[in-house]
């Protein structure tokens, strides 16, 4: 068991199926395993162990100053992690844990500068996902990594900057032989990567790092304080220029989002250049029988299901042989801040140039 165990749990209490006790055995001895959560799959390694954590960053061809999440089973283990953990972090781990929130906290002084891209500061999260809790749990139950620590550190399993993966064959398709085991869980049910919160800023309001599921509103709701946003996160701001935004979740093909009523014109006009057009859409808009697309993808028109199915529908297009991918504009409106972060961050990633 590890330190800081919940009294309730005795060693040995929960019986580890054979897949589990192959995942663990891997973890431990400093191997990848990737594995289901309720955002995306995650790459895992072992969060003590810097030799470990060094495969994830080339596994994934990330830069080694990116920070990982560290994976825990239950709040009980936050100390191992965090140090000064302040009582708005107890408040939203009590509310939203199990759960696709991230909080960013002081780093306990034993956590390895690997994990943390080299900042004082970790990022921490219990997932919801069955498949990932009964992971963690077993783990510590077997005494977990490196000095007992009992964390699981996990980008998403997708090579850097490259499209989130939301099903176990998505990760097999980005990492191949990369990674030793891959525990298939389905398909995520969130679809985009947790809500992040910085707790760390001493006497200012947390303030939101990536947009997700969990919305400010309901951290504001919790904590009794609004986290600051950037305004590239707000809603109704499209920024003109992309270049402030990190290209992130990217197809490999140019993409381009497009308000509703100019996808007709768009269309014929990369059809005129010769290109071949795939087109998501959410509306019920139906191409005109001239427009013959290379390939369509529609998603439902309310901002979970749209989140659940956009990284497949991605891929697939991606995947379709098409030139240009063709993206109906995201609604405004606090519903679907978080979905609209990411195709306009995959619209930077994809380098398209404007018509
Ligand atoms: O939903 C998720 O969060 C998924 C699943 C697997 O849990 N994980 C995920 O990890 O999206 P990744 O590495 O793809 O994205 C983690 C983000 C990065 O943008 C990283 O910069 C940020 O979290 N992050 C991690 N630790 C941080 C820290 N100490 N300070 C600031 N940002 C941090
Ligand atoms: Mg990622």
Same mark, same amino acid.
């Given at each position: ?9 005795? %060693?040995n209490?929960t019986p580890i199926s054979p897949d589990l006790a192959a995942a663990v055995r891997l973890l431990q001895s400093?191997e &990848?395993v990737a594995f289901p959560?309720?955002?995306?799959? /995650?790459?895992g ?15 994934? /061809? ?5 920070? *990982?999440?560290?994976? *825990? ?26 759960? =696709?929130?991230?909080?960013? *906290? ?19 999260? #219990?997932?919801?996902?069955p498949l990932a809790l009964a992971l963690l749990r077993a783990y510590?139950q077997e ?25 176990a064959? +998505?990760?097999?398709?980005?990492? /191949?032989?990369? #990674?030793a085991l891959v525990l298939d869980g ?15 800023? +001493? /006497? ?30 707000? %809603?109704?701001?499209?920024?003109? #220029? ?14 381009? @989002? ?20 795939? &087109? @998501? &859409? +959410? ?9 013959? &697309? ?5 998603? %439902? ?41 990411? =195709? ?12």
């Amino acid at each position: 068991m590890c330190p800081n165990a919940p009294h309730n749990l005795s %060693p040995n209490s929960t019986p580890i199926s054979p897949d589990l006790a192959a995942a663990v055995r891997l973890l431990q001895s400093g191997e &990848l395993v990737a594995f289901p959560t309720e955002t995306v799959y /995650g790459l895992g390694a072992d969060a003590a162990n810097p030799t470990a954590v060094a495969k994830i960053f080339a596994a994934k /061809g990330r830069p080694a100053e990116h920070p *990982l999440i560290v994976h *825990l089973s239950g709040a009980d283990y936050l100390e191992q992690w965090a140090r000064d953990i302040p009582s708005s972090a107890r408040k939203l781990a009590e509310a939203f844990w199990p759960g =696709p929130l991230t909080l960013i *906290l002081a780093r306990a002084p034993t956590v390895p500068y690997a994990v943390t891209g080299g900042q004082e500061t970790v990022g921490v999260r #219990v997932p919801s996902h069955p498949l990932a809790l009964a992971l963690l749990r077993a783990y510590a139950q077997e005494g977990g990594g490196r000095g007992a620590m009992c964390g699981v550190a996990a980008p998403s399993a997708n090579r850097f900057g490259r499209i989130s993966p939301t099903d176990a064959a +998505h990760v097999r398709e980005e990492l /191949g032989a990369a #990674v030793a085991l891959v525990l298939d869980g389905g398909a995520c049910d969130v679809g985009i990567e947790s809500t992040i919160i910085d707790l760390t800023r +001493h /006497g200012l309001p947390p303030r939101l790092l990536r947009p997700g599921h969990i919305t400010p509103e309901q951290i504001g709701e919790v904590i009794g304080e609004f986290p600051e946003v950037p305004d590239s996160m707000k %809603p109704a701001k499209v920024p003109r #220029v992309s270049g402030s935004l990190d290209g992130h979740y990217a197809p490999r093909t140019a993409m381009r @989002l497009t308000a509703s009523g100019d996808l007709f014109r768009a269309i014929e006009e990369t059809q005129a250049q010769g290109k071949r057009c795939g &087109l @998501l &859409l +959410h509306s019920l808009l139906t191409p005109p029988q001239t427009h013959l &697309l290379h390939s369509l993808r529609r998603l %439902p028109d309310n901002p979970a299901a749209y989140a659940r199915g956009l990284y497949a529908a991605l891929r697939e297009l991606d995947q379709a042989g098409n030139d240009i991918i063709l993206v109906e504009a995201i609604p405004s409106g606090p519903d679907w801040a978080a979905v609209a972060d990411r =195709p306009r961050r995959a619209v930077h990633g994809s380098g398209i140039k404007p018509l």
